[in-house]
């Protein structure tokens, strides 16, 4: 049994999104990157099912800075094999390029199971879950929960919204977008992961170029702007304090 | 069980654990535990953990430290020092037995979750709370004067301000930073501050067991403290102080280090003139854990208090070395519904009443995890309506408003 995990690094939100000069993209100049944390919940459900099935785990990421220290932590985990993906993502890369790129990658490691965080707060066009089923002509599920495997075939528990759960059988291979693993992801001690920095592999694969076909042209991005019809109030906690008692009054609030 | 027998060919958990403790400081020290029990009756949740220091003891004799590695109560623990302040054979308990069943159950994952994103934000960001390292030094904007940060000052300068995570981020704690601030500017401290260079002490990480972390963490802060010129450190946080005291060094990293509470009582006679009354106070004392039992700061505390006009110092019953812990020390900051789910008690709230208990109109403090316990632990105890929670710093820089 074959697992490959797809992890993306997204921006992080602790700090501040700047837009850059162009006024369509971000500025990536002080941008901070994060694991996104459903990729995260994916390794986590591909190292749970390493563990009851005995399955050999590959993650697999495009090769961003930051990107060695997530395979690490994978390693960490558990996984076997980790590849990072080479190629120019300075100059852009939407999910539909990326999709692409991976699809060769992919049918190589002649995968049973492909998880993928179903989504990420910068998919643009769409999340990558199933573009990349739509090219390598697998069925894909999304918004997994949970895995079961047996001879063959994968039941997975997808969830709706509104409190539903419904359990799919599906025939490997599939690709399943992750919505949660069963447990947290685990927390992996840092002399853990400085050991696999010393033992593990990280192999490079190349990209090749980025046919960004299908994804959107930004023609402005921008941060939310304050609408008109708000007032906010400034000042010391006891002056916005003051402030709101008269506009209750004035409102007739008794 | 010996030393020796952890040379076999095979040796048994029990005896590979047992020997590594004999790398702590004093470690070889529990060979000569008498089983008296001591320690688990003195410490604050002993009564519901499965294996308090000496049963530990006992299971290791036994062969048996499987069985440890399986209960989760060793997170209920602490590091207060409580256990190691008491025990009359002097074993290092609190750094060796406990930190390193710690670090055991941390390997094995066996961690609460709630604790794992306090280590998670730490590694990621450089602080537990996860907050964005580059607003570390945020909090200076709100003053009427500037707070230089070292790559700003760009000379050397007298002291290294170590601000520390709660006091740099914490709303509540923040109030206590300023306050220090306020006191460093009226001595005319030449001092600057690391901001975004600055990185967690760690020491709250390495005793909950994440040594790696506090490595981690400790080997950036040297590096920072190495590009810069200054005489010393002072720290409003005793966790930071202990690191760098005593931890730090063991990993190359040698500078002096002094609490703010004993900087600022040794110039206490420049303060004086500043100080003004602010009213007739009755003020008890908490002893932080980390600045008396595991430091023996006792006095220049009480000193600062004694010095502030109007104000009169009672003790709690627990004082000094037999003071009580907030509940925040060893990780169990990043534990409060872990240890409120085995519990149904907060040890901060034991320690609001006994502020009640002798009156007190103020809970002077000295440690940045306490302002935010002990105001939410006073919310929850009857009587404890009208007692103000203060860090010694803010006493000082109430006494030295009224001035103005």
Partial sequence: MNIVVLAKLIPDLVEELEIDDSGTALDMTWLRLIINELDDHAIEEAILLKERTGANVTVLAPDIEGVDDILFTAAAKGAERLIKIVGDYESGVNNHALARVLTPVMKDLQPDLILVGVEAHEDLDGSIGPLLAGYLDLPFIGYVASIELEDGKATATKEYPGGLSVEMEVTLPVVLGIQVAEEPPRYVAVSKVRQAMKTAEIEELEAGDFDLAGGPTIDRMYQPEVSEGATIIDGSLDDIADSLIGIFKELGVQ | ?404
Avoid at chain 2, 22 to 28: I, K, L, R, T, Y
Avoid at chain 2, 157 to 163: G, I, K, S
């Fill in chain 2, 1 to 404: 069980m010996t030393a020796t027998a952890a040379q076999a060919p095979n040796p048994s958990i029990s005896d590979t654990f047992y020997t590594s403790l004999f790398e702590v400081d004093n470690g070889e020290r529990i060979r000569a535990c008498l089983q008296c029990g001591t320690c688990s009756g003195v410490c604050p949740f002993g009564y519901l953990m499965g294996f308090p220091p000496g049963r530990m003891i006992a299971y290791l004799r036994a062969d048996r430290f499987e069985n440890v590695l399986e209960s989760d109560t060793v997170w209920m623990c602490v590091s207060c020092y409580a256990c190691t302040a008491v025990c009359p054979k002097e074993i290092p308990l609190t750094p060796g037995l406990m930190t390193r069943a710690k670090e055991e159950l941390l390997l094995e994952g066996n961690v609460p979750t709630e604790l794992q994103d306090a280590l998670m934000n730490s590694q990621r960001y450089g602080n537990p709370l996860g907050e964005s390292p580059r607003k570390r030094a945020e909090w200076t904007k709100g003053l009427d004067f500037d707070i230089p940060t070292f790559r700003e000052a760009k000379r050397p300068v007298d002291v290294l301000w170590f601000v520390g995570d709660y006091p740099s981020y914490h709303p509540r704690v923040q109030l206590t930073t300023k306050a220090m601030a306020k006191i460093l500017r009226v001595l005319g401290v030449d001092f600057a501050i690391l901001g975004p260079e600055e990185n967690s002490d760690g020491d709250s990480q390495r005793l909950a067991g994440e040594r790696g972390l506090f490595e981690m963490l400790a080997e950036k802060n040297g590096k920072a403290f190495g590009k810069y010129e200054f005489n010393e450190i002072i720290t409003s946080d005793p966790h930071a102080y202990n690191a760098i005291k005593n931890e730090y060094p063991k990993l190359g990293i040698n500078f002096p280090v002094q609490h703010f509470t004993e900087f600022v009582a040794d110039r206490i006679d420049e303060l004086k003139p500043h100080l003004k009354d602010i009213g007739e106070r009755r003020v008890t004392y908490h002893d932080p854990c980390y600045l008396g039992r595991a430091n023996d700061i006792y006095d220049p505390p009480r000193k600062l208090l004694g010095a502030i006009p109007g104000v009169e110092l009672v003790e709690m019953t627990h004082n000094r070395t037999n003071s009580l812990c907030c509940g925040g020390g060893g990780g169990g900051m990043w534990l409060d519904g872990f240890q409120w789910e085995k519990a149904h008690v907060r040890l901060s709230e034991w320690r609001i009443q006994e502020a009640v208990n002798v009156d007190a109109d103020i809970l002077a403090v000295a440690c940045p995890y306490e302002p935010p316990r002990f105001e939410d632990a006073a919310k929850m105890v009857q009587g404890a309506g009208r007692l103000m929670v203060k860090d010694i710093a803010e006493l000082l820089a109430d006494s030295l408003k009224m001035e103005e």
